[in-house]
C-alpha cells in the first residue's frame, strides 16, 4: 500500500506524515528554510522554546505566503514551564506570531526549577540539572486538558515518555494523549512502545529519524544496501521506514537540496521493514538522545 501523506490523530485531525524539523536550526538560517519547505510542500512544522528559534520560524511561516490554517504547526512546553502551562504555551504563540498550535507536547516528563545559572537549563551547585522530584506530572497534563479546552491548542500530547510514565498519566487523564513524539529510527525501533501507543490510539512521531548527529545510521551497510535495492538515498530510507509504518517522521535540514529531498517517501517492501525492524535486535542498537536529568526516564532497552 502506498505510504500515507496524512495520518490521523485520536482527535479526528489529519496531520501531514513528513513535518520539517527545527532543532539546532540556527537563528539565520531556520527562517529560510522554513519559508523554503512550506514553499516546496511542507505542511508540518516541528518547532519547540527550547530551540530559541521560534521568532525565525515565524518569520519563515510569514515569507512563505503559505495561510496559516493550511499549516501544521507544533510547539513544546519547555520543562521550566511544567508548573505554568499557560505561560510557556503563549511565550511560544508569541515567538510563533500566532494565535494557535495544532499541537502542543510536554517536552519531557520532567520539571526544572529555574535558577540563577539558567532560565531554561538550570543546574544545582555540584553541575545536575535542577530537577524538581516531588512534581506530580498528572498535573502538567491537567494544565494540558485546560488549555486544549481553551481552544488555543488543536491537539495535545506528551515527547519523550515511555511505557511506565504513560502508565502512571493514565490513571488521571482525561483527554488521551494525541502523540507521543520520541526518539525512533532502525537502531532503536522501540517495538514495545510502538504496541502501547496503538493499543490506546496514541500516534508516535520518529524524531531524529537520520541519527541527528550521533548515530551513524546512514552510513549504515544494511541501510546503505537497502537504499541501492531501491535506487534512492540512505536518507529517504530513513524517512520512508517510519510512514511505512504509519509514523509520523520528523527530519531536519537547513539546506535546500536535502529539505526537498527529505519529503520524498517511497513504499518499501515487507522485506526491506522487517530488516529494519531487527537491525537494533542484531547489535546496532544506539539511543542517541538522553539528556541528563538525573534520574531514571523508565526507558527500556534500545531495542
Ligand atoms: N522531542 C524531542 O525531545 C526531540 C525532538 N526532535 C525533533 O525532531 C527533529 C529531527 O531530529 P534531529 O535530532 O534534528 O535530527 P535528524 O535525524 O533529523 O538529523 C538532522 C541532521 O541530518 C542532516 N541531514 C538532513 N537531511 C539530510 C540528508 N538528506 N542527507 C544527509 N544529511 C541530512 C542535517 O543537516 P543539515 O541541516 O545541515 O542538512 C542534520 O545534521 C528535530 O529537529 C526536532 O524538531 C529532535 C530531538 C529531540
Ligand atoms: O528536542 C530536543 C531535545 O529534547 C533537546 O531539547 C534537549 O535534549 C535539550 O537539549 C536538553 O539538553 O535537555
Not at 550521533?214 to 546503505?224: E, K, R, V
Request: glycine residues 8%; proline residues 6%; hydrophobic residues 35%.
Amino acid at each position: 500500500m502506498a505510504p500515507a501523506s496524512h495520518l490521523k490523530l485520536n482527535t479526528g485531525a489529519a496531520i501531514p506524515s513528513v513535518g520539517l524539523g527545527t532543532w539546532r536550526s540556527e537563528p539565520g538560517e531556520v527562517r529560510g528554510a522554513v519559508a523554503f519547505a512550506l514553499k516546496q510542500g511542507y505542511r508540518h512544522i516541528d518547532a519547540a522554546l527550547i530551540y530559541g528559534n521560534e521568532h525565525e520560524v515565524g518569520q519563515g511561516i510569514k515569507d512563505s505566503g503559505v495561510p496559516r490554517e493550511e499549516i501544521f504547526l507544533t510547539s513544546k512546553l519547555w520543562n521550566t514551564h511544567q508548573p505554568n502551562v499557560t505561560e510557556g504555551l503563549q511565550k511560544s504563540l508569541d515567538a510563533l506570531g500566532t494565535d494557535y498550535l495544532d499541537l502542543y507536547l510536554i517536552h519531557w516528563p520532567v520539571r526544572l526549577v529555574p535558577n540563577e545559572t539558567s532560565e531554561l537549563l538550570p543546574v544545582n551547585p555540584d553541575g545536575t540539572r535542577s530537577v524538581d522530584r516531588s512534581w506530580d506530572q498528572s498535573e502538567t497534563w491537567r494544565q494540558m486538558e485546560e488549555v486544549y479546552k481553551s481552544g488555543k491548542v488543536k491537539a495535545i500530547g506528551v515527547a519523550n515518555w515511555s511505557i511506565p510514565y504513560l502508565e502512571e498519566l493514565r490513571k488521571t487523564w482525561k483527554i488521551v494523549p494525541a502523540v507521543n513524539q520520541v526518539e525512533l529510527h532502525p537502531f532503536l525501533p522501540q517495538h514495545k512502545l510502538r504496541e502501547y501507543c496503538a493499543k490506546y490510539g496514541i500516534l508516535l512521531e520518529a524524531y531524529s529519524p537520520l541519527g541527528s548527529a550521533g548515530a551513524p545510521l546512514m552510513s549504515d551497510d544494511d541501510i546503505q544496501e537497502i537504499a541501492k535495492k531501491n535506487n534512492v538515498s540512505p536518507a529517504t530510507v530513513l524517512i520512508s521506514y517510519h510512514v511505512n509504518k504509519g509514523v509520523v517522521v520528523l527530519p531536519k535540514s537547513v539546506h535546500e537540496k536535502r529539505i526537498v529531498s527529505n519529503k520524498d517517501v517511497v513504499e518499501l517492501s515487507q522485506e526491506d521493514l522487517n530488516l529494519l525492524d531487527g537491525l537494533a535486535a542484531r547489535g546496532k542498537a544506539k539511543r542517541i538522545n538522553t539528556p541528563l536529568f538525573g534520574w531514571d526516564l523508565g526507558f527500556d532497552d534500545c531495542t
